[in-house]
């Protein structure tokens, strides 16, 4: 069974720092892709970074420059640096796993969330 388990998300001033975590179990995910969303409160949930199997990584626009996704591979764990916070960046952060990038569909298992609110 595949499991995603989010960590440290929290409350934070605009410009502040966040790493969030996701440890993964029932899967190795270095041979998947792994992603973050988000979905603020009112809106879709959308795509937010993504570090394909060959290490390659993707961004939203939004985000670019100011997040990083990286992964532990001996840890089996996927993080995301948030530098610089935005009141816009304010969410519940979802981690998941599968064949995909970008498109939501292509992922298969997700986390439960963890919150991320930015106050200015």
């Known amino acids: 069974q595949v499991k995603l388990v989010e960590s440290g998300g929290g409350s934070v001033q605009a410009g502040d720092s966040l790493r969030l975590s996701c440890a993964a179990s029932?899967?190795?995910?270095?041979?998947?892709?792994m992603g973050w969303f988000r979905q603020a409160p009112g809106k879709e949930r959308e795509f937010v970074a993504a570090l394909r199997s060959d290490g390659n990584t993707y961004y939203a626009g939004s985000v670019k420059g100011r997040f990083t996704i990286s992964r532990d591979i001996a840890k089996n764990t996927v993080y995301l640096q948030m530098n610089s916070l935005r009141p816009e960046d304010t969410a519940v952060y979802y981690c998941?796993?599968?064949?995909?990038?970008?498109?939501?569909?292509?992922?298969?298992?997700w986390g439960q969330g963890t919150q991320v609110t930015v106050s200015s």
């Open positions: 998941a796993t599968g064949g995909g990038v970008i498109a939501q569909r292509g992922y298969d298992y």
């Open positions: 029932g899967r190795t995910f270095s041979s998947y892709a």
